[in-house]
């Protein structure tokens, strides 16, 4: 193999491994941009009637829209 071919090869691997980069960045910047973002808001599962709201930060208690329990937080 002469001087010619190896500069060519390399070229080659360089080019194609800068594209993938390129690609693989390019996806992660585009599923960062469309994945919801999380929420501050606490989650609470009611004790009576099991139905999964969720309610401001702030509130540690919070009265069940369905059935007006008043349920804690749920922990994870």
């Known amino acids: 193999m002469g001087l010619s071919t190896q500069v060519f090869l390399l070229g080659y691997v360089v080019c194609l491994l ?14 960062k941009r469309f ?3 999380p929420s501050e808001d606490h989650i609470f599962r009611c004790e009576k009637c099991a139905f999964v709201y969720t309610d401001d930060p ?5 009265r069940c829209p369905q ?6 937080n749920i922990s994870f």
């Open 18 to 31: 800068a594209v993938l980069s390129a690609v693989a960045i390019y996806y992660e910047l585009r599923r």
């Open 35 to 37: 994945e919801p973002t």
């Open 58 to 62: 702030d509130v540690d208690r919070s």
């Open 67 to 72: 059935c007006g329990t008043l349920n804690d």
